[in-house]
């Protein structure tokens, strides 16, 4: 009987384990009312209007590069959790992987996925010593990404900065 509940006790630590482990990599999913009240709550703090209007922030969930919308983006990210946290831009007017940007040991790229019945396009922070890839909504257990905001107009405004914070600012304001 002792050896039954042994072997019981053991299965059941091992399952809650994976569960757990599991649950850890897994992307944040909103309900269409917390993603409106999401993309309220990071709009950009500014009194150009303009800018409020069409700087969006985005879930990873909307799975905005599987298109190209020839959109520009801004990915507030860092490398390492010592990392300060940076701020850049680019283009979304090609399917094709790319570096974005680098820090220190690594890189944040614009990659594909081609694995077994997944195919899309998101952004990783990878080590350039080829280790583990980082994506953009898992949770890894550290925070590589703080967000990802899309500017809805055609021209390359607005000119965006990070203040000591890592929040999002309108350089000239």
Known sequence: ???LLSIIGAITLVGTSTTSLIACNTAQEYTPEELKELKEKNKIDTADENIKNNLEWIAPQEKP???VDNKYYFVVWRGDENDNWRIVKFKNDSQNTKKIDNINDYSLIF??????????YDLTV???RGHAEHIWGEN?????FKAVYRWNLDTQEPDLILDDNGNVKVKRE
């Open 140 to 144: 890894s257990g550290i925070n590589y």
């Open 1 to 3: 009987m002792k050896r």
């Open 126 to 128: 990878s080590g350039i």
């Open 111 to 120: 990659h594909w996925w081609d694995k077994p019945k997944v195919h899309h």
């Open 65 to 67: 590069f599987n298109e």
